[in-house]
């Protein structure tokens, strides 16, 4: 896990105290037990991606402030060069590289996705909009709902990201695109 990632929780506190919102209120409002929300703050406890979004949204502020610390820039378009993107593992097997972290007002957010065979079993997240995935390389199982989808390089999928769902990989690594919007 990078050194951007392990500072989320950080960030994210310090912009809680800063709008002078209590730990009960905000878990309460994010629909989080506060334990759970409390060991998120203390960096105990992974946070979903789907949960960053909504921390975000009720912050009101861009999901980059809270990945980089950086407010994104650009207005008028954003070239992110191959390996520049903002680099974040989050679970054993998963790495994304953001592909637009620097645009202002984003209505999506794409990301370079590399699975590896780590964690055959990962957990389901849902959150709000909907997703599109594209595989460039390898083959996904991916889970939504109940439903298992077998993708392999070409193919893509596009679902209600509020759907539970994940992805898994098959063989020893694949990446894809995601493009989630909100």
């Known amino acids: 896990m990078n050194n951007n990632w392990l500072q989320i929780p950080k960030r994210i506190r310090e912009l809680r105290e800063i709008l002078e919102i209590t730990q009960e209120s905000f878990a309460e409002s994010l629909g989080v037990p506060l334990g759970d929300y409390v060991a998120i703050e203390n960096g105990i406890k992974d946070i979903p991606v789907s949960l960053l979004y909504d921390i975000a949204r009720e912050l009101k502020i861009d999901f980059t402030v809270l990945s980089t610390g950086e407010e994104p820039k650009m207005d008028q378009y954003s070239v992110v060069r191959k390996g520049d993107g903002d680099c974040f593992d989050r679970f054993a097997g998963y790495h994304y590289e953001g ?64 759907i539970p769902h994940a992805q898994t990989v098959s063989g020893d690594c694949a990446k894809f695109l995601a493009v989630i919007t909100d």
């Open 99 to 162: 592909l637009a972290d620097n645009f202002k007002d984003r209505e999506m957010k794409p990301m370079l996705v590399t699975l590896e065979a780590e964690d055959p079993d990962p957990e389901l997240i849902a959150h709000g909009g909907q997703e599109f995935n594209y595989v460039l390389e390898g083959e996904i199982l991916l889970k939504i709902g109940k439903t298992e989808i077998r993708l392999y390089t070409g193919d893509s999928i596009y679902f209600n990201s509020s």
